[in-house]
């Protein structure tokens, strides 16, 4: 429901993994090597990391948009409405 109401909202948050601290969407760095390592700016910066690090990327779009017609678009924009209005109730 969350993501219905904020939907640029990230839908998964990350950590890094030299300070465990929370990464802001974007702002991080992602190893090219290691299974799902993720670094922040001021470690990549401190400490470093063996591998190549490459930066996050924030999705600026809806990947629906691609795979989806303008027809089927239309029709779960209005079926998100119905069960938006249903919760309301």
């Known amino acids: 429901l969350y993501h219905l109401h904020n939907p640029d909202a990230p839908a998964f948050a990350s950590n890094c993994n030299l ?3 929370e990464i802001d969407p974007g702002t991080g760095f992602r190893c090219t090597v290691c299974l799902d390592f993720d670094v922040c700016a001021p470690c990549k910066e401190k400490r470093g990391h063996d591998h190549p690090l490459v930066p996050q990327t924030r999705k600026a779009y809806d990947e629906t948009r ?5 027809s089927e678009r ?3 924009h209005a079926q998100l409405a119905k069960t938006m209005a249903l919760l309301v109730h």
Do not use: K, Y
Not at 66 to 70: F, H, P
């Open 19 to 21: 300070c465990q601290m």
């Open 66 to 70: 691609d795979r989806l017609t303008e």
């Open 74 to 76: 239309a029709e779960r």
